[in-house]
């Protein structure tokens, strides 16, 4: 059974600050999804990950993804405010012929001035 | 297109009510997906649907919980008497067969169980 880890689950940090997002899958997957959250709002697409080696980029976020690993990272450069939110990483299941996504905690990100 | 959306937003119902949620996705796509998300943890997958066919319910799924695709277009998740621990916000995605499978969420439906 697909089981996918997020850490840390909250993250506090300051403007102008560094920080990497862990997500950890048990099994293979060939799909991998980051997903932005506000409170009370539904989910935003954020970076599609689909080999090993993939790098994505938008703005001051950096996805990666090793599938050999299992492990994908979210690296967050020089944080501002706007990026306070819940990211999500969705893992695709490959049981059966379905596209399942299966969903970590996520992680609560606050960037204080 | 303005993308997938959910009616009603919020909805509040007694112990032992029924309640139907209905989503309309983005109109090229033909697959559909509901989710339940509880405060603090991540989306729960409760069932898939490729064009009007149901593919998969989640075990987690209760008899309670039924859900409808009648043309391949929008679709229905109705519960029936409901109970407090249905309370959630029930989300609608939808995708297509041709991309990356991505899935584009819609705005959800907040349920409140007295």
């Known amino acids: 059974e697909l089981k996918v880890e997020q850490n840390p689950l909250f993250l506090s940090m300051q403007e102008g600050k560094n920080y990497t997002i862990y997500c950890n899958y048990s099994?293979?997957?060939?799909?991998l999804y980051w997903y932005r959250q506000d409170p009370g709002k539904s989910l935003e697409s954020l970076f599609v990950?689909?080999?090993n080696g993939a790098v994505k980029q938008e703005g001051r976020l950096m996805a990666s993804l090793d599938t050999k690993a299992r492990l994908s990272t979210l690296h967050i450069t020089a944080a501002v405010h706007d990026l306070s939110a819940t990211y999500f990483c969705?893992?695709?299941?490959?049981?059966?012929?379905?596209?399942?996504?299966?969903w970590g905690l996520g992680t609560s990100l606050a960037v204080n001035p | 297109d303005t993308g997938v959306s959910q009616n009603p937003r919020h909805k509040i119902t007694k112990r032992g009510q029924n309640v139907t949620f209905r989503c309309d996705p983005i109109?090229?796509?033909?697959?559909l997906y509901w989710y339940r998300q509880t405060l603090g943890q991540g989306p729960e997958f409760l069932t898939y649907?490729?064009?009007?066919?149901?593919?998969?319910k989640s075990r987690l799924l209760s008899d309670r919980f039924s859900a409808e695709r009648p043309k391949g277009s929008f679709s229905t998740l109705e519960i029936q008497r409901t109970e407090q621990g249905d309370s959630a916000m029930y989300l609608c995605?939808?995708?297509?067969?041709?991309?990356?499978?991505?899935?584009?969420f819609g705005p959800g439906t907040r349920l409140t169980v007295l």
């Open positions: 109109s090229e796509h033909n697959r």
């Open positions: 649907f490729q064009n009007e066919a149901q593919l998969e």
């Open positions: 995605a939808s995708s297509s067969t041709s991309g990356v499978g991505e899935q584009f």
């Open positions: 099994t293979t997957s060939d799909r």
């Open positions: 990950l689909l080999s």
């Open positions: 969705a893992v695709g299941d490959n049981a059966g012929n379905n596209r399942k996504l299966i």
